[in-house]
């Protein structure tokens, strides 16, 4: 999962509106969920994996949300 986590948070990617705070990206042939959270209570935002949550502070510099 780190090798894994470490080449999204270096790709460009351009999340996809699911849900209101629920975005995804198809990422080496898997869906990758964002979750944004109630900053600054919690984490700034999730990135889920295969059911495996990392959190995030700062969105990397190549990632962008699209808007609805």
């Known amino acids: 999962m780190n ?3 470490e080449r999204l948070r270096a790709s460009r ?3 996809i509106t699911v849900s209101a705070g629920l975005f995804s990206v198809l990422f080496e042939n898997q869906t990758v ?3 944004l959270n109630d900053f ?8 889920i994996v295969n059911g495996r ?7 990397p510099a ?6 609805p």
Do not use: F, K, Y
């Open 3 to 5: 090798a894994e986590m």
């Open 40 to 47: 600054p209570n919690e984490s700034l935002c999730t990135v």
């Open 13 to 15: 990617i351009e999340w």
């Open 53 to 59: 949550e990392v959190d995030l502070e700062v969105l």
């Open 33 to 35: 969920l964002l979750r």
């Open 62 to 67: 190549g990632w962008s949300i699209q808007s």
